[in-house]
């Protein structure tokens, strides 16, 4: 083989080599690109099932916040309602009774 083929060889192989290198170097920017990608779809799935999970919280806070003050406000109604009840069935005679004493103790003063 001639100086001039061997060359011509080389410089063929050289080429190849460039050729390979450049598409090894596609080949991985697509892969990086790819990863990426795929890394920031699987970030913001996960952010998104992190929102809708924290609403889901959230939500079920709130209707139980709600639910216990309701609970709340419906005792307090009760026992505003039997207290009511119980001055009703009570005043009365708590007054009767005072007026007596009352009327009572001036029949004392004034008959002493």
């Known amino acids: ?3 001039k083929d061997i060359l011509t060889e ?4 050289e080429q190849e ?3 390979t290198i450049g ?3 596609e080949e991985a920017e697509k892969i990086v690109n790819e990863s990426k990608e795929k890394f920031s779809r699987e970030r913001e799935l ?3 099932e992190a929102r809708e999970q924290a609403k889901s919280i ?3 806070a709130r209707s139980s916040g709600e639910a216990e003050a309701e609970q709340i406000l419906q005792k307090a109604s009760a026992e505003r309602e039997r207290i009511n009840r119980r001055y009703e069935e009570k005043a009365d005679t ?3 009774t005072m007026v ?3 009327a009572d103790e001036y029949s004392r003063k004034g008959s002493a």
Request: without cysteine.
């Open 94 to 96: 708590v007054i009767k």
């Open 1 to 3: 083989m001639e100086l």
């Open 10 to 13: 080389l410089l063929g192989a």
């Open 23 to 25: 598409d090894a170097k």
């Open 17 to 19: 080599a460039k050729r």
């Open 100 to 102: 007596n004493e009352i």
């Open 46 to 48: 996960k952010l998104r």
């Open 58 to 60: 959230i939500e079920s």
